[in-house]
């Protein structure tokens, strides 16, 4: 299989965030060629409200993993962080989502790529715009930059650090 450069959004918002969030990127590099992180940018939660700020930075990197071995991979991630299965948009010390693979668009009930809610979410496309602004949803047709541009809720969203 030939090299595909994916991106990924990472988020924490229990214990050490920055330290969650560099020790997600340190394992996620065992397997992947990490080529550019974003900075570090402090949210708001946004669905479920009674939580901890959450810390949120996006990365790409190459792979020769397939779709849903990578899925596998960073679900393995995850769980070696620590990170427990709970409610939806609970509050957690790692979470890892594919938001793009290549230009590939994929819809199967394990995995969806693009990220469905990338759209409506300042605080994955913030870092993302950041290190891929002329990427094209390839389902939208938009520029990250443009999504960014287009998404409400941005004033929730603070650079707070590098990794």
């Known amino acids: 299989m030939t090299m595909v450069t994916v991106y990924l959004a990472l988020g924490s918002n229990l214990g050490d965030r920055m330290g969650n969030l560099g020790s997600a990127v340190e394992r996620l590099s065992k397997k992947l060629t990490v080529k550019k992180v974003s900075s570090v940018y402090e949210t708001a939660p946004l669905y479920f409200k009674e939580q901890p700020l959450y810390l949120n930075a996006a990365l790409s990197a190459m792979t020769k993993l397939d779709p849903f071995q990578l899925l596998h991979f960073v679900k393995g991630v995850e769980g070696d962080l620590g990170r427990q299965s709970s409610f939806?948009?609970?509050?957690?010390?790692?979470?890892?989502?594919?938001?793009?693979?290549?230009?590939?668009?994929?819809?199967?009930?394990?995995?969806?790529?693009?990220?469905?809610?990338?759209?409506?979410?300042?605080?994955?496309?913030?870092?993302?715009?950041?290190?891929?602004?002329?990427?094209?949803?390839?389902?939208?047709r938009k520029r990250v930059s443009e999504l960014l541009a287009a998404v409400g809720g941005l004033d929730g969203v603070k650079k707070f650090g590098e990794l």
Do not use: C, K, Q
Request: cysteine-free.
């Open 88 to 140: 939806r948009n609970a509050p957690r010390i790692i979470d890892i989502d594919i938001l793009f693979y290549g230009r590939r668009i994929i819809e199967t009930p394990g995995l969806t790529v693009p990220h469905p809610r990338i759209a409506e979410r300042a605080f994955v496309l913030a870092p993302l715009a950041e290190i891929a602004p002329s990427m094209v949803h390839p389902v939208l």
